[in-house]
């Protein structure tokens, strides 16, 4: 059986649909706001190990997209513990997200600057560059979809994965995160730099 929320779209844009299988998911605290939905969630078998996930319709107009920015701030402030943050930011924060230079760079600072300021890192996407298509006959590219987490998130579930589906029916692709994947083969050493926000991890490089 599945249970859902949702926030409600604006005429043809805007909207979210938060659903979860209810043997799987204990979802609980659903918090509803201009622009996101955000839920505390935590499997069944362990509710113990909770954490917070929020699903965005990032707006269009440039002084919307600040508003955005400014009303999910707050709310990381008081929701403590794991947090993903992901959907359709509707912006970019760096030049290589999108396939022409027609960048707006203060809306891209903004976004730098949000992200710091949570201390977010970005997950890594696989099979695709970019995740939203003008569907012209030169089109334009941009990596709007994304999937944001806290460093306790990424500690917790170090073995997740981030795909890009493919979709005949929406200019945008549907991404699929799988939090807890069994590795199949032996992985190469790669650094990750959420590892620095670890407690104790400064000391233990000092006196390696």
């Known amino acids: 059986m599945f249970d859902y929320d949702y926030l409600s779209s604006a005429n043809v844009v805007g909207g979210v649909l938060f659903g979860w299988q209810r043997e799987q998911w204990v ?3 659903v918090d509803k706001r201009r622009f ?3 839920a505390k969630v935590a499997k069944t078998a362990t509710p113990q190990d909770c954490w917070w996930l929020t699903v965005v319709y990032g707006p269009q107009a440039d002084q ?3 508003e955005f920015l400014d009303e999910l701030r707050p709310f990381r402030m008081t929701a403590d513990g794991p947090w993903v943050l992901c959907g359709d930011f509707n912006m970019i924060y760096r030049a290589e997200d999108k396939s022409n230079d027609r960048l707006d760079r203060r809306c891209m600072r903004h976004f730098r ?5 949570v201390e977010l890192e970005e997950l890594h996407l696989v099979g695709r560059r970019f995740t939203w298509s003008s569907e012209r006959d030169q089109p334009t590219l941009e ?3 994304r999937v944001f987490a806290t460093a306790g998130w990424l500690q917790a579930h170090p073995n ?4 890009a589906l493919s979709t005949d ?5 549907p991404l699929l995160l799988m939090a807890n994947v069994v590795p199949w083969a032996k992985k190469r050493f790669r650094f990750e730099p959420h590892w620095i926000k ?3 991890f400064m000391e233990v490089v000092e006196s390696a």
């Open 143 to 145: 990596w709007l979809d």
């Open 27 to 29: 979802v609980s605290q």
């Open 160 to 163: 997740h994965i981030l795909r």
């Open 169 to 173: 029916c929406s200019d945008h692709c």
């Open 64 to 66: 919307e997209k600040v």
């Open 198 to 200: 670890f407690p104790g």
């Open 36 to 38: 996101f939905l955000s």
């Open 113 to 117: 600057a949000f992200i710091d300021a």
